[in-house]
């Protein structure tokens, strides 16, 4: 899957997923947040609002299912 596949899918794909590959998801967008609102050249508080509702998402859904 191509990356940005992953970016456009994020939300249809979580019901879909292991709790495996949500935690995978919950640790890469946790990271992605962080280095988004880090300071240095990098630092975007767009990307940052956007990388912690995509987190938000994952939490959700593992929060559905009981499986944090």
Known sequence: MSRWKLYDNWYAD???????RLRERRA??????????ARG???SP?????WREMLRAVEDELARRDTG
């Open 28 to 37: 890469f967008a946790s990271q992605r947040a962080e280095h988004a609102a």
């Open 41 to 43: 050249m990098g630092r």
């Open 46 to 50: 767009k990307a940052a609002r956007r």
């Open 14 to 20: 979580l019901p879909s997923l292991s709790a495996e």
